[in-house]
């Protein structure tokens, strides 16, 4: 008994060799963190937590968009420059640590 041909330009029904499995790709881990935006003005602050899941590239980009907006707008104000910001910032290199630490541990860096 012959088999049937398969029509012109179409792959066979299966490719691979029987009991060989696909080539495996792990998908990158996701991870989520919370970076705060502190803004300083004159006799207030406004603290704004901004959570964000992601790769480790991603969340690090948070990071420094973060961070920035600490660096550029969180002065503005007597308590955002002694104490708020300070908070914010630190905060905000603990929680980059902590990914960081999680990303080694899953050998993405």
């Known amino acids: 008994m012959s ?11 299966n490719p ?16 989520t ?10 006799i207030v602050a406004q603290t704004t937590p901004v959570q964000t899941t992601g790769t480790y590239p991603e969340i ?3 990071f420094w968009k ?3 907006h600490c660096l550029v707008f969180g002065w503005w104000g007597v ?17 980059l640590s902590r990914i960081k630490h999680a990303a080694r541990a899953n050998g993405e860096i």
């Open 33 to 42: 963190a919370v970076f705060r935006k502190q803004t300083g003005m004159l």
């Open 66 to 68: 973060a961070q920035t």
């Open 79 to 95: 308590l955002s420059l002694l104490i708020y910001n300070w908070i914010s910032l630190i905060q905000n290199m603990s929680e």
């Open 16 to 31: 691979r060799p029987c009991g060989t499995a696909a080539p495996y790709s792990p998908a990158p881990a996701v991870y």
């Open 3 to 13: 088999h049937p041909q398969q029509p012109y330009g179409y792959p066979p029904a």
């Open 60 to 62: 690090r980009s948070a």
